[in-house]
């Protein structure tokens, strides 16, 4: 199949049978919260389900592209048990959508973006996840560890906003001190090959191949008395060398 009538079969393909089954989904998920919600009266539980729920949905999303769009997980550290602070590089308006490869109750750290398009405000609200951008670091410290302690993971992407290519910009520190405050295990997460599925911009999916690589995580006796500074860094070039290595193995380097 040619480059052009991959691309568009894809697109045809996600955005026609996206639509059909959020319709759907969100249709049902939503009756089933409100049973849920009904039949406990316990805000942690229907939490939860929401939560999950939200995953569920994503882990359809990001394999409906296949087999245009290939996508992969690795996890080299399968045993570990959360929760975590997963902090992750950002390439792609995918990423939010990739984590749901992770079979684990989690939050996401938002930027201020999804808070403006009502759909996503609404789910995020629900779910309580975070927006970082829009709190004092002591609020968002506070409800971070009321998560953690809840035994619900915290993903983070502290580059900010997506990069839209394959260089890895700095780090802001608020997540990596939240996982000090609260003694936790920091699981880097490396994504490669999104950043034209879509590219920065545009809404238009391009074939290829995603992997996303959860690293070992950092554990608290790790970064004993090391600065915010310092493990941000550190776990940086963690997730920089995975995405050197797979991009070598990529070009047969």
Known sequence: MGQWAAFLSLNVWFYTAGFIFSVVYVSLAGLWV??????????RKTQYVIR?????????IIRLPWPWARLKFVDFEPDAKPPFVFVSNHRSSSDAYLMAVLPFECVQVLNIWPNHVPFLRFMARIATYLSVREMPFEEFAAKGSKLLQQGCSVIAFPEGTRSGSTKLNSFHGSSFR????NRVK??????????????RG???????KVTVSKLVSVKPQDYEGMSAYKLKNM??????ARLEAQSKEATGA
């Open 34 to 43: 409100l049973v849920c919600l009904a039949a406990t009266r316990n805000r």
């Open 52 to 60: 999950r729920a939200i995953s569920w949905y994503g882990s359809v």
């Open 178 to 181: 939240l996982a000090q405050m």
């Open 186 to 199: 920091i699981a880097p997460l490396a994504i490669f090959g999104n950043e034209r599925i879509p590219a």
């Open 202 to 208: 545009a809404p238009w999916l391009n074939p290829g």
């Open 235 to 240: 776990v940086r070039e963690m997730i920089e």
